[in-house]
């Protein structure tokens, strides 16, 4: 249920919605925007109708929402979340672009990278130092180890520093160095990890599931949204298929669809989503073409010695020239980057 107030509500009479939504038995999650104060009232236990709200002082109305997911709807925040990540606002009317290696491999491959990628103009820098493989004698990523070096590279380049989670019991250690923790795809529906994530209070970037249709993604995100943390981005990352010709499908329907759907910002990634590097800048700029808020890319000064994901990666002249391309696209479609 979404209980709306009148424009002209007071501050007590908010309250006391609140008080009386808690005693039913349900918990509330306020959202207030430039133009109204919503609550979102979830529960699962008590199913004492709200409709009795309407009586209140202050209320305009009571609406239920009948999709699955309550707080990521559009319904629940009409305008779009803008997630501050230390001044870097994705969700806004600029596209952010987060680049780096697949996995932090050494510092000088994670510096060098972080260098370019921000002379060619990304806001923050990605790097894996928890590798999700699919083979358990692939590389497994340099762990703490690795976010060090993140952390030498953020220090050295004011780059916001993104990386992957795999496991809950990491949780405390990436929260020292991480500024926003990526979910993979492998992990879309590890309902422990999405709510340790919703407790830690972290920025987040959820990437959709190989396997999960855009429905099951946004129960994936309601997960941490229930927690209390809002700061949740997603990133379409490309859906399988019967195509072999690339690594996956990127699914750009997802883009307008989920931009429809919910009030989270949409990024995606070329990378993933196509398996090869020379099908990464075209999709790049379609998916800003799409309406998309942001984008994530895998860039290695060496992509024929990668550890991982080499297939895939921009060397980083070719990323250069791929944002150029894009900025383009953006004026084209009223954005910028
Ligand atoms: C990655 O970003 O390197 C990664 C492992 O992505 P995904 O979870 O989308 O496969
Ligand atoms: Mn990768």
Redesign the pocket.
Known sequence: MIIVMERNHTEEQLQAVIRRIEQMGYSCHLSRGVERTIVGAVGSKDKTPLQVLEQMEGIEAVIPILRPYKLASREFRPETTVVNVEGVKIGGPEIVVIAGP?SVESEKQAIETARAVKAAGAKML?G?AY??RTSPYAFQGLEEDGLKILQAAKAETGLKIVT?IVAVNDIETLLKYADVL?V???NCQNYALLRAIGQAKKPALL?RGMWATIQEYLMAAEYCLSEGNYDIMLCE?GIRTFETETRFTLDLNAVPVLKNLTHLPVLV?PS?GTGHWRLVGPMARAAVAAGCDGL?V?VHPDPANAL??GSQSLKPTKFERMMDELRRVAVAVGRSI
């Open positions: 697949c990605r894996g590798k999700p992957e990526q993979g795809a492998r990437k990352r990634d993933h994530l895998e991982s994901d």
